[in-house]
């Protein structure tokens, strides 16, 4: 079955300017979370979204949000974009009903910003 | 709260080399554990997981048991290859505290030289 698909792959934005990146599941999934991944910082949790409702967030500003709609894709938004939210933006998706179940994730969408 | 430790990289190998990559944790509940890898410039891969303590969970030649007593779950391989070379994140999920966002390490870089 299908894995994991984010788009765009890699983009390129300036200071200011906001971005959003999409991200469809794995069919059947019901929860879509977020992470930001940077050298420094590593891989951190951003939201995660389940049945279209936020059911977790990270400790990261309201200039990142998200949303999930009624056929699970996923889509977050970053708003006045600063140089330091260049990072990768992992998409994963998961059943999200117990503990044992794998999250799954996708390629990520590279986001530079100049 | 949760947390998961791993050893700090980068790990630095030859061909055909033993591998450990020491993982510990710390969980409020019973959390199921994952390996997953990251090889450049792509997203994460499930490598592999355990759900209960004693399990065993393996693939690629990878393996790593889940040890209560010592809050362990160290990922072995008895012989690398340079094809290995990338970045190991240790993760639990402990859904006790209602949620089931996994907690990840910091990740560890392997390099495996020819």
């Known amino acids: 079955k299908a894995g994991v698909t984010q788009t765009p792959r890699y983009l390129i934005k300036t200071r200011g300017q906001q971005v959003t990146l999409s991200c469809s599941p794995i069919s059947g999934h019901r929860s879509v979370s977020w992470y930001q991944q940077t050298p420094g910082q590593g891989l951190q949790f951003l939201f995660e979204?389940?049945?279209?409702?936020?059911?977790n967030k990270g400790n990261f500003p309201g200039r990142f949000s998200g949303r999930q709609f009624s056929n699970s894709r996923s889509e977050m938004n970053v708003s006045t974009l600063e140089l330091g939210d260049s990072a990768l933006y992992l998409c994963?998706?998961?059943?999200?009903?117990?503990?044992?179940?794998?999250?799954?994730f996708g390629e990520g969408s590279w986001l530079t910003v100049v | 709260g949760d947390s998961v430790t791993q050893m700090e990289g980068p790990v630095t190998l030859s061909e055909e080399a033993f591998l450990t990559i020491n993982c510990t944790y710390t969980a409020t509940g019973y959390p199921s554990l994952f390996w997953y890898v990251q090889y450049p410039g792509e997203g994460l891969q499930l490598l592999l997981k355990a759900t209960k303590a004693d399990d065993k969970g393996s693939n690629k030649g990878f393996e790593a048991t889940y040890r209560k007593e010592t809050t362990s779950f160290h990922l072995e391989k008895g012989s690398v290859q340079v094809s290995d070379s990338a970045v190991y994140f240790c993760?639990?999920?402990?859904?006790?505290?209602?949620?089931?966002?996994?907690?990840f390490g910091r990740g560890t870089s392997l390099i495996v030289h020819p």
């Open positions: 993760a639990l999920s402990d859904a006790s505290g209602g949620s089931y966002i996994p907690t």
């Open positions: 979204y389940f049945s279209e409702t936020q059911r």
């Open positions: 994963a998706s998961s059943r999200g009903s117990d503990s044992g179940n794998t999250i799954y």
